[in-house]
């Protein structure tokens, strides 16, 4: 069992703190330093074992110690350890991932714009989308869509999108024109005597009134992750997707799935598009892309985006937007030997079995007085701690229980991630039979301590 880390909090530890993150909670108890990798555990630097069931962050599908995509990495440093894609020029690995995801997609894409991570892909899509709509000439069309609790990046426009006050606090955003519909949360959002149809109906409504008010012409697209991760794992109901498409697609909105980290196997299917029955119009992939050993990310979009964007930019001569590492040849290879790893070893059904015994013990658990739900689909998992299971509340404001929860299960020798009160699992598709049954007998164990720790308060 992982001992003291306070030794840790004297040290001189250069760190990046998130902007979600609490600053001088952090600076008094010092970081966790994970030293290395081992499958589904990390070691950190004193030798206590981990099983990592955040795959890091929502990431590493493989696991912590794939060899074959260190040799993919070291393969394409020998060989060309960089160049560009600006003027007209490319190489082999970028190609051949390109033409990949195009494959793999689960509706047709035309083309695939490389960025370095899932904040820098959802910015340029939205200038993608833009430049679209001038080249067309619906110059009004501009307004962006998203959730309240979606994740989709922290720069200036991607931030924007993100709807957590914690990324908008202190930085001006969300930026005009981006706007935010509820959370299809039914645990935390359904009405009195509604269910889960008739919750669905009336977001769908909700999306409605609000381009009829802002105006359709103005309404550029809406853009969601097929089940959403950092906003608090919640999964749709089941006839939610299908209503909100009806409503773009009535409007001419385009639609844009976040498939960041519900892409590659992680839901159970390839996309979480599958799962959930959704035709976008555009895509964004990163993080299980490359099982996050490399810095990538992909834009798809489809035809009817490509044309207009072509012709635009035939018009003006020039496209102006690119990185430096866009299509980075050693983050492409390491991207292509990841795919081909999970789908050569049928990850995704593999995914998809474990996925139903974690959810099975995770219920199991439910007669617990702290567990309110457990949600969850193919391989990640939403537990919502509560204090009142009738009335759902937390412990004296929200987070408290989540955070004393994950201290435990740190201790515990389980690596879990706390939104608020929901505990997020998310481990490496990798994952098997009695690594799933340790991750729930450590669970288990955390659980009881902080129900032992509230019940200590008087609570």
């Known amino acids: 069992m992982p001992g003291s880390n306070d030794s840790l909090a004297a040290k001189d530890v250069h760190f990046q703190l998130h902007s979600y993150a609490d600053a001088r909670a952090h600076e008094e108890k010092g970081p966790l330093i994970i030293e290395r990798g081992d499958g589904v555990f990390v070691i950190d630097e004193q030798g206590n074992r981990y099983l990592e069931a955040m795959a890091g962050l929502w990431s590493v599908a493989l696991g912590f110690s794939e060899r074959r995509l260190v040799d993919a990495a070291c393969r394409q440093l020998q060989t060309l350890p960089f160049y560009h894609t600006f003027g007209h020029k490319s190489h082999p690995s970028s190609i051949a991932l ?18 370095n991570s899932g904040s820098e892909a959802n910015d340029v899509l939205i200038k993608l989308i833009w430049y679209r709509n001038n080249a067309i000439g619906e110059a009004r069309r501009k307004k962006i869509i998203s959730h309240v609790g979606g994740y989709h990046g922290v720069t200036g426009l991607s931030g924007s999108l993100t709807g957590l006050a914690s990324v908008h606090t202190g930085f001006d955003l969300p930026l005009p024109g981006f706007l935010h519909v509820t959370t299809p949360h039914f645990y935390r959002q359904g009405r009195p005597g509604e ?27 809406f853009i969601a992750e097929p089940l959403m991760g950092a906003g608090g794992v919640i999964v749709p109901p089941p006839t939610y997707w299908a209503r909100v498409q009806q409503v773009c697609r009535r409007h001419e909105v385009l639609i844009v799935a976040d498939e960041v980290i519900s892409g590659f196997g992680r839901t159970g299917k390839r996309f979480g598009c599958e799962t959930f029955g959704i035709a976008p119009d555009a895509m964004i992939l990163s993080k299980q892309l490359s099982s996050s050993y490399q810095p990538i990310a992909a834009v798809l979009i489809n035809e009817k ?28 290879a390491v991207a292509l030997a990841n795919i081909n790893i999970v789908e050569c070893e049928h990850l995704t059904e593999h995914a998809a079995e474990m996925g139903q015994r974690l959810l099975a013990g995770l219920h199991r658990l439910s007669d617990s007085p702290l567990i309110g739900q457990v949600r969850g689909c193919g391989l990640i998992a939403g537990i919502e701690l509560v204090s009142d299971k009738t009335t759902r509340a937390p412990s004296n404001g929200v987070g408290r229980l989540g955070k004393y929860f994950t201290d435990r299960a740190q201790r515990n020798g389980l690596i879990v991630r706390a939104i608020g009160d929901t505990i997020a699992l998310c481990p490496p598709l990798i994952i098997n039979v009695e690594e799933v049954d340790l991750l729930l007998a450590r669970f288990q164990r955390s659980l009881g301590e902080t129900l032992d720790w509230l019940r200590s308060e008087g609570a």
Do not use: W
């Open 305 to 332: 985006l490509y044309a207009a964007i072509a012709d635009h930019s035939h018009a003006l001569g020039v496209l102006g937007t690119g990185f430096t590492g866009s299509g980075h040849p050693v983050a492409s």
């Open 98 to 115: 390109a033409e990949r995801l195009i494959e793999l997609a689960p509706v047709p894409m035309s083309k695939v714009y490389f960025t």
């Open 195 to 221: 269910n889960e149809e008739q919750f669905a109906e009336r977001l769908a409504l909700e999306l409605e009134e609000l381009i009829q008010r802002e105006g359709p012409e103005t309404i550029a697209a």
